[in-house]
Structures are given as C-alpha cells and as structure tokens.
C-alpha cells in the first residue's frame, strides 16, 4: 500500500484566516514532503521532515509554518495568506531521505485564497 | 543550462503507436531517476525509477545514459488512458531534493 492522504480535498480561506492542511501515510516513511503546485509547473518544494525534524526548508514565507507531530503526521498551518499562494499543495513521502528512495504523493489539497 | 530539460510537447499519437520522450539533466553526479506520469488536476504518481542497466514495465520501458545524461521512456501500444503530463524527475546526490522536469504532455487520439 503506496498511500498518503490530506485533508481538505479543496479550501477556500480568506487572507486574514488561519487553516492547517493535514497529511498522513502509514507506511513506516521517515521523511514527508510539503509542495506547491501552480497550473502547468512541476512541483515546487517547500519543506522536508527527515525522522520528525525540519531537514530543509526552502526559503518558504513564515505564513506558511510546518508541523510533524508523530511520525505519519504532517501539518501546514496557514496564516495571513495572500491570493497569489492560491496552488494544489502536495504532501508526499519517502522511505528515507537520500537518492534511491522514491517519493509517494497524496492527491493534494487545492486551495484558494480570496 | 537548465537542470532536467524535457521536451513540454504536446506529443499527440494515435492508439497503438509507439511513443519516446527523452529527457537531459546537467549534474553528472546525479544518482538516481524517476519518471511519474500526472495526469490533469491530480497528483504525480510515481510510474518508474530508472536503472543503469535500463527497466521494462509492461508496455513502458526506461533507459539511462548517464555518458550523455539523458534518460528515455519509451511507451508501446499506447492507450487512450497514457493521455497525461509524464514528468522527468532527478535526485542529484545526498538529501538534495528532487528537481524535477517541467513534463511533457501526450495525448493518446483513438
């Protein structure tokens, strides 16, 4: 079984809200991805968590804050999002960081930000 | 030179055609490849990884030249369902992350 889900399938948030996207996978993966996805691009990274610790964070706006509770668990809590960050987010996972290791995606959360 | 360069097509092909894309990364370090197909809307579902000595899966078949850093997926057969945007993924060395193509899209016409 190769799966990790997310919640909210789609989320319609206002600029001055704050919401959190949830990942999960079940897998035994020790590290979870957080992406952002525009219209016709690839996926952009944003975070990695490597054995429940922030391994890499690419320069991401503080309104975007990662969480990892536990080992299955991924969060993206929203803050004071403007409506350019509107993008399918994807959460992904792999069996251990590093080459070799292939990385499993969940269907996304589509948000918008109006 | 870009890092992964694909060709973004569109490639429109007729049912049962054979199908390539090839695809050129410029870290010759890089260690390991991927191919995902996404289709429109969806997530990247992971298709392939790509070995030195080349890999089939059914109607797909993968090869690596790591000498001329390209890798190539090759579809026979294609169905209507292959329709989709396949994307070259490259994972340079260490806990680099992955980069990844901008993708190429097919679109399979019965």
């Not at chain 1, 999960?24 to 979870?32: C, D, F, L, N, V």
Request: glycine content about 6%; aromatic content about 10%; proline content about 7%.
């Amino acid at each position: 079984d190769t799966e990790v889900t997310q919640t909210p399938k789609h989320l319609v948030m206002g600029m001055t809200n704050k919401k959190s996207l949830k990942c999960e996978q079940h897998m035994g993966h020790r590290a979870m991805y957080w992406y952002k996805q525009k219209a016709k691009k690839p996926p952009e990274l944003m975070f990695v968590y490597s054995y429940e610790k922030l391994s890499i964070n690419e320069s991401v706006p503080s309104r975007f804050s990662p969480e990892c509770p536990n080992s299955s668990l991924l969060n993206l809590h929203l803050h004071a999002l403007q409506p350019e960050d509107s993008a399918l987010y994807l959460c992904a996972s792999s069996q251990e960081q590093g080459p070799g290791f292939e990385q499993y995606f969940g269907p996304g959360t589509r948000l918008t930000v109006t | 030179r870009k890092e992964v360069e694909q060709d973004p097509g569109p490639f429109n092909v007729p049912e049962g055609a054979t199908v390539a894309f090839n695809c050129t990364y410029s870290n010759s370090a890089s260690q390991s490849f991927f191919w995902y197909r996404q289709d429109c809307r969806k997530e990247p579902k992971l298709l392939m990884s790509v070995y030195s000595s080349g890999n089939e899966d059914g109607r797909f078949t993968a090869q690596l030249n790591r000498a001329s850093q390209y890798i190539s997926l090759l579809i026979r057969d294609s169905k209507l369902s292959d329709s989709a945007t396949y994307l070259c993924v490259v994972n340079p060395s260490g806990n680099t992350p992955l980069v990844f193509g901008k993708g190429t899209r097919l679109s399979v016409i019965a």
